[in-house]
């Protein structure tokens, strides 16, 4: 079975590998601190837009207290505005791997979606520095949902209802505006409260209009629906609002569980096929690690991960099975009809039986990644 790590594209999808560099800093080229007209340094940045992006220094308008999130794209710091006192993040892009059109895109998105209770305000702030395009955000001091699902155990049914409801709510909003998130997972869910009363939805620099052409450029995560699974870097695919559903359904599968799913949606992948082939009534056998589910929800991850995307339902779904318990008690699961020995199941045995010979089988995102950096430091 998958464990539940961070996934991250693919390395060859980079735009720019520079950013894997553990210690690179976008602040450290002297262009950021170098940049200072008067003019520039005497406006303050919340007048501005993205159209009329103002030049300004960072640190003369941020007292900045550290990263809160790196990746590829460029990365989340925790600032406080020197002006107001206001603790926020601010998303900063490096110019050299983003383009002036996708930055507007993405704070534009983010801005016009901010009145939504489930999606992170985003302020009227947007400026560029000499090395990157930067915009202004609502701070979350309790970081991202990833940290909040033990892995290989999840969370609570209830804890789980609570976050899926209110981001179902939001992808509803979303959605109505004809806009397509196309990177659901719980590194992008912010928790906004310990209960899980308040959580976020952030990060729309894939966001898209539904309908819209695009090129894949990423490779897949355990997320992504198979249409995009299966079309090669480069093919041109449609945005879907179906990418989203696919995503929420593996997310629900991911929290409840603290595993994945599968690593790949492809028929390559076993644990894929073997959901696939129950999804499609050619077993009536319960893949192993989909046993623990009451039939009610199995049904609600039966429309939700069809694999065609225009037969998916849409997230409005959810509310249907909102109220229904979602998980069986211990002593019912052993009921479900089971399918011992399966390529699966042969697996998951293989893969106790490694750990308990000293091999350890599971992915360390963190880790993995700091590996390949190092690996591309040295080329
Ligand atoms: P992003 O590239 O926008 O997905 O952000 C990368 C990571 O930075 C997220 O997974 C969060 O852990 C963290 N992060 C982003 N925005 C915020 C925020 N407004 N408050 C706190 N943490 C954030």
């Known amino acids: 079975m998958a464990l539940l790590t961070t996934p991250s594209p693919a390395p060859e999808s980079n735009a720019n590998t520079n950013f894997l560099r553990p210690n690179s800093s976008l602040f450290n080229s002297e262009s950021d601190e170098e940049l200072l007209s008067v003019k520039s340094k005497s406006r303050s940045p919340r007048s501005s837009t993205s159209e009329n992006l103002q030049m300004l220094s960072l640190r003369d308008h941020y007292e900045i207290n550290g990263d809160l999130g790196k990746g590829t794209y460029g990365k989340v710091v ?21 383009k002036l059109r996708d930055f507007q895109r993405e704070f534009n998105i983010s801005y016009y979606l901010s009145p939504h209770a489930n999606i ?31 892995p290989q155990i999840g969370m609570s049914e209830q804890d789980t209802k609570t976050v899926i409801r209110q981001l179902a709510s939001a992808l509803e909003f979303m959605h109505s505006k004809k806009l397509v998130h196309r990177d659901i997972k719980p590194e992008n869910i912010l928790v906004m409260a310990p209960d899980f009363s308040r959580v976020k939805l952030m990060d729309f620099g894939m966001s898209r209009r539904d309908g819209a052409m695009v090129r894949k450029t990423n490779g897949s995560i355990p997320y992504t629906p198979p249409e995009v699974c299966e079309a090669v870097r480069n093919e041109s695919i449609q945005v879907t609002t179906g990418a989203d559903v696919w995503a929420l359904g593996v997310l629900l599968f991911c929290m409840l569980t603290g595993n994945f799913p599968w690593e790949n949606a492809d028929i390559g992948d076993i644990y894929f096929k073997e959901f696939i082939l129950w999804q499609r009534r050619k077993t009536t056998k319960v893949p192993s690690q989909w046993r623990r589910f009451t039939p009610r929800i199995l049904k609600f991850f039966r429309k939700t991960l069809e694999i065609k995307p225009h037969r998916r339902s849409s997230v409005k ?13 211990a002593t019912e699961i052993g009921n479900v009809e089971s399918d011992s020995g399966t390529e699966a199941e042969q697996v998951d045995h293989l893969s106790i039986m490694l750990r308990d010979h000293g091999i350890e089988t599971r992915v360390d995102k963190r880790l993995r990644d700091r590996r390949i950096s190092e690996w591309l430091l040295t080329l």
């Open 120 to 150: 992170v305000d985003t302020y009227n702030v947007a400026f560029e520095t000499r090395a990157s395009y930067v915009f202004a955000l609502e701070y979350a001091p309790l970081g991202d949902l990833f940290d909040s699902i033990p």
């Open 317 to 329: 779904e959810l509310a249907k099975y909102a109220n229904d318990p979602w998980l069986l008690q």
């Open 78 to 98: 925790q600032a406080v505005c020197k002006e107001t006192g206001t603790k926020i993040a601010l998303k900063i892009l490096p110019k050299s791997s983003t």
